[in-house]
Each structure stands twice: as structure tokens, then as C-alpha cells.
């Protein structure tokens, strides 16, 4: 089944404390992203990548990193997280320009 | 820059009603525009989408057209059903690369029996 898989589901955390959310896509799709989801805001961007190791800013970049080491994986790295990280996550793959995305099912993400 | 502007929810109908929710866009370029749903609890859904002007997407009895003239990409359907309670997501993929989705704040529907 085509799907995007992102772990964990739910995550509650501690200020400060480093965290990875994982990503996995298996239809070979080039371009990933990665969105948080906030009520009254809607879907905003986190980073995108192009393709293997090319990788970029959305329009909410601070406090989070990604790599695209392999095509298939494309993870969100939170350094030293912080209460306004607090959010609901979706991991996203499309194949090339025009494409609908896919989306993960998303991880609820609490720093207390 | 470019931006996706949705009517403010919740929309409440009854069933069989015709519904129609707005978006309109900002956009320089051609970009593509999409509707998206998600169901409570679950990632987002692609419904439909439309890549150059005067382009009908359609899919499980809902439509829309990219307009633009009037830079709109409405989302209709000519009878809902409970099952449709949702929110909904307009969303355009910026024409020149294609490379960064905006997503509108989303409407929420209430379908009632």
C-alpha cells in the first residue's frame, strides 16, 4: 500500500530535550515536506526537500532541522524543543510539479 | 508572496443541501491548486485538483474550477451527506518549480442527518 509513515504517533517531552520524528515514503516521490498543524492557523510549512541531500526553508523554519540522506526518509530533528513546538506534525511526499501530496498521519507533539 | 484564502466556518447544512465552500488565491506564475480533506484524527486527504485555467477537478461528487479571471478555485457539491462532515483544505503549488504548497486555514462542515 502507498503510504507515508511517520512515528511516533503521540510524543510528550521535556523542554530541551532533543528529538527526532521519523518519516518513511514508499512511492519512490522526489519532493517530501514537512507541515505543522496549529487551530486557526492551518497547515504551515516547516522545510521541503527536493530530493536526496537537497533540502529547504518553509515559512516556519526556526528550532527544527531536516536531512534527506536516502530518498525514502526525510526526518524532523528538534534540537532543544521549546512549549511553542507544541503542535500537531504531518509528513508529506509528492512525485513532480502538479502532484497532490501524501500525507502521514500525523504526530501530536506536547513540551512541557 | 502568494497566499490561499478560505471562508471562514463552521458550515452547518442538512443533508442533501448543496454546499460550496470558497478560496481564492494569490499567485504569481501559474500555480496548481488543490482541495485537500481531512477527517477527524487522520492526516490530510487529497480530494481534488486542477493544474491550468479553466481546469475542473472532480472527485466523489464534489468540483471545482480554476478561475483565473477571478483567481477563485470554489469547492461544490450538489448533495452532501454525514458522511462529508470534515475540514477542508485549499491549497495552491506555486507554479515555478512547484516547490512550496500554501494552505488555506480550512472550513469546517457539519453535515447534519
Known amino acids: 500500500e502507498a503510504q507515508v509513515t511517520q512515528n511516533p504517533r503521540y510524543l510528550i517531552t521535556v523542554t530541551g530535550k532533543k528529538l527526532t520524528v521519523t518519516c518513511s515514503q514508499n512511492?519512490?516521490?522526489?519532493?517530501m515536506s514537512w507541515y505543522r498543524q496549529d487551530p486557526g492557523l492551518g497547515l504551515r510549512q516547516i522545510y521541503y526537500?527536493?530530493?536526496?541531500?537537497?533540502?529547504d526553508k518553509g515559512d516556519v523554519p526556526e528550532g527544527y532541522k531536516v536531512s534527506r540522506k536516502e530518498k525514502r526518509n526525510f526526518p524532523l530533528i528538534l534540537e532543544s524543543p521549546s512549549p511553542n513546538q507544541t503542535s500537531l506534525y504531518f509528513c508529506?511526499?509528492?512525485?513532480?510539479?502538479?502532484?497532490?501530496?501524501?500525507f502521514g498521519s500525523g504526530t501530536r507533539l506536547t513540551v512541557v | 508572496g502568494n497566499s490561499v484564502t478560505q471562508m471562514e466556518g463552521p458550515v452547518t447544512l442538512s443533508e442533501e443541501a448543496f454546499l460550496t465552500i470558497n478560496c481564492t488565491y494569490t499567485?504569481?506564475?501559474?500555480?496548481?491548486l488543490f482541495w485537500y480533506v481531512q477527517y477527524p484524527g487522520e492526516g490530510l486527504q487529497l480530494l481534488l485538483k486542477a493544474t491550468k485555467a479553466d481546469d475542473k477537478g472532480s472527485n466523489k461528487g464534489f468540483e471545482a474550477t480554476y478561475r483565473k479571471e477571478t483567481t477563485s478555485f470554489h469547492l461544490e457539491k450538489g448533495s452532501v451527506q454525514v458522511s462529508d462532515s470534515a475540514v477542508y483544505f485549499c491549497?495552491?503549488?506555486?507554479?515555478?518549480?512547484?516547490?512550496?504548497?500554501?494552505f488555506g486555514a480550512g472550513t469546517r462542515l457539519f453535515v447534519k442527518a
Open positions: 512511492m519512490n516521490h522526489e519532493y
Open positions: 526537500s527536493m530530493n536526496v541531500e537537497v533540502t
Open positions: 499567485a504569481t506564475g501559474y500555480p496548481s
Open positions: 508529506a511526499s509528492r512525485a513532480g510539479q502538479g502532484n497532490g501530496y501524501t
Open positions: 491549497a495552491l503549488s506555486e507554479g515555478t518549480g512547484g516547490f512550496k504548497t500554501i
